[in-house]
Structure formats: structure tokens, C-alpha cells
């Protein structure tokens, strides 16, 4: 089972909220999302990482 897009993009906005008043420096990626759902949730990764080669949609 899966929740629509919707809902899984303000989860993920809220997560990563709360992720990232913790900590600016952890790497965060949405394996199972598409692009599109990437940049709804306008995520960010640091620059300087070395899982950055992996993932395509990271946005620095």
C-alpha cells in the first residue's frame, strides 16, 4: 500500500523539517520518489558528500 502523492510530499516536507533543525550535514534521499516528488519537497543535501555520486535528483 501507498499514499497518494499528496500526502507522501507533505510528509516528506515535514520530515525533513524536523531532520534538519537537528542537523544540517545528514544526507537525505527519497529512493522510491520520483523527480517530480524531489522537487515538491524541495529537498537539499549538502555539497560536499560522497553519496552525492549516486543519486541524480539531489539538488545542492
Excluded: T
Excluded at 5 to 19: C, D, G, S, Y
Excluded at 21 to 39: A, G, I, N, T
Excluded at 44 to 50: A, D, I, Q, R, T
Aim: overall charge positive; hydrophobic content about 40%; aromatic content about 18%.
Amino acid at each position: 500500500m501507498r499514499y497518494f502523492e499528496p500526502i507522501r510530499v507533505e510528509m516528506f516536507q515535514k520530515m525533513v523539517e524536523f531532520i534538519r533543525k537537528h542537523s544540517k550535514k545528514v544526507f537525505l534521499y527519497l529512493c522510491m520518489e520520483s523527480p517530480e516528488v524531489w522537487k515538491q519537497v524541495d529537498l537539499k543535501n549538502p555539497g560536499k558528500s560522497l553519496y552525492a555520486k549516486y543519486f541524480r535528483f539531489i539538488k545542492k
